[in-house]
């Protein structure tokens, strides 16, 4: 695995262009907006439904979650 840290905007842009889904498995979470900027560049977003994580995926026209959200644990 590598972790790259913090990343200029050009290169954040790049990572998420080639990436195919985002996984935030967070146990806790105060508002989770690296879900909520996935989502915005239009890919899959996976997130633990703990915290503020719910409220930054919103909702679809019909009331859908825009990504999933799974039980914490």
């Known amino acids: 695995m590598n972790f790259p840290g913090a990343l200029e905007t050009a290169e954040l842009s790049v990572r998420y262009a080639t990436a195919d889904v985002l996984v935030l498995a967070s146990r ?16 899959l977003a996976i997130a633990t439904e703990v915290g503020g994580i719910p409220e930054a995926m919103g909702r679809g026209i019909l009331g859908t979650v825009p990504g999933r959200l799974v039980p914490r644990g």
């Open 28 to 43: 806790s979470e105060t508002f989770g907006m690296v879900g909520t900027e996935a989502l915005a560049r239009g890919m």
